[in-house]
C-alpha cells in the first residue's frame, strides 16, 4: 500500500488514483486480436453462451487432420473434456494418464482437437457476439461452424474475437498442433544450451516449460485451451 515503494513511484500512483474519482462512471474496452470490441460498461451483466457446454477431445497423429472438414464421418473416438482444462486432465478423467507418465508422445507428439455443440440462447442469433479464448496451448487454430477465425502461437495470450452472425446449431472447434514435429526443426545455434530442456528449440515457442524439463517436471506437459474459452455479446 505505498510502504514498499519509492518516492516517485507514490507519487505517481497518487497521481493517477486522483485522476479517477471513485465515483466516476468506467467501462471496459478489450484488446483483441483482430482489433478493439465495442466499449461495454463496468457493471453490466454478460452472459456465457458457452457456460454449461458439453466439450470433448480427440488426438491424432500430427498432420493427419488439418481441416475441419475431415472430422465428418464421425470416426473419431472423441473423450469427455473440461474448458478450461488440458489434454492430460481430460486423459486422466478417463483413467488412460497419471502423474510420472512417459506421455510426451501422446501430449506434444500429436495433434489435439477440442469440439463443442451449442445454440444461441433463445434462438436469437442476431447481434454481434465476441468469442473470448483466454488462452491456449499452444500452437492453436480456431474455427467456427467452419470458418477459420483464429490462429495463435503463444499460450499467454488472451484473443477476442468479433462474431458477427450465429447459425441455429454452431460447432466450435479448436486445434492444438504437435509441438514436437516443430521442436525437431533445424533453428540458429543458440548463444547458451540449457541441459535442463527437453530440446534447445523450445525457446522459439512461448509455452510453459512444466511437463517439458527431464528430471524436474517431466510430464503433463500442457495441451489445450488451458483458460476459459467464452461466448457473449
Given at each position: 500500500k505505498g510502504a514498499n515503494l519509492s518516492g516517485t513511484a507514490r507519487a505517481v500512483a497518487k497521481d493517477v488514483t486522483e485522476e479517477i474519482p471513485p465515483t466516476a462512471t468506467r467501462s471496459i474496452c478489450p484488446l483483441c486480436s483482430n482489433g478493439v470490441m465495442r466499449r461495454n460498461p463496468a457493471g453490466t451483466v454478460v452472459t456465457d453462451v458457452l457456460a454449461g457446454a458439453t466439450w470433448e477431445c480427440w488426438s491424432c497423429r500430427p498432420d493427419a487432420v488439418v481441416d475441419p472438414r475431415e472430422l465428418a464421418d464421425g470416426g473419431e473416438s472423441w473423450i469427455p473434456a473440461s474448458v478450461p482444462g488440458t489434454a492430460a486432465s481430460?486423459?486422466?478423467?478417463?483413467?488412460?494418464?497419471?502423474?510420472?507418465?512417459?506421455?510426451?508422445?501422446?501430449?506434444?507428439?500429436?495433434?489435439?482437437?477440442?469440439?463443442?455443440?451449442?445454440?444461441?440462447?433463445?434462438?436469437?442469433?442476431?447481434?454481434?457476439?465476441?468469442?473470448?479464448?483466454?488462452?491456449?496451448?499452444?500452437?492453436?487454430?480456431?474455427?467456427?461452424?467452419?470458418?477459420?477465425?483464429?490462429?495463435?502461437?503463444?499460450?499467454?495470450?488472451?484473443?477476442?474475437?468479433?462474431?458477427?452472425?450465429?447459425?441455429?446449431r454452431n460447432v466450435l472447434l479448436l486445434r492444438?498442433?504437435?509441438?514436437?514435429?516443430?521442436?525437431?526443426?533445424?533453428r540458429p545455434r543458440p548463444r547458451w544450451r540449457s541441459l535442463s530442456l527437453r530440446a534447445q528449440s523450445q525457446r522459439w515457442y512461448r509455452t510453459t516449460l512444466l511437463g517439458r524439463i527431464p528430471g524436474w517436471g517431466t510430464s503433463g506437459a500442457p495441451v489445450g485451451p488451458w483458460r476459459p474459452v467464452r461466448l457473449h455479446r
Open positions: 481430460a486423459l486422466r478423467s478417463c483413467g488412460r494418464w497419471k502423474w510420472g507418465d512417459d506421455d510426451r508422445e501422446i501430449l506434444d507428439g500429436s495433434d489435439w482437437w477440442y469440439r463443442c455443440h451449442f445454440d444461441p440462447p433463445g434462438g436469437d442469433d442476431r447481434g454481434t457476439w465476441e468469442l473470448e479464448c483466454g488462452g491456449l496451448a499452444t500452437i492453436a487454430d480456431v474455427w467456427l461452424n467452419g470458418e477459420h477465425i483464429l490462429h495463435s502461437e503463444n499460450m499467454w495470450l488472451t484473443h477476442q474475437i468479433r462474431v458477427d452472425h450465429l447459425e441455429a492444438f498442433a504437435a509441438l514436437d514435429p516443430l521442436l525437431a526443426r533445424r
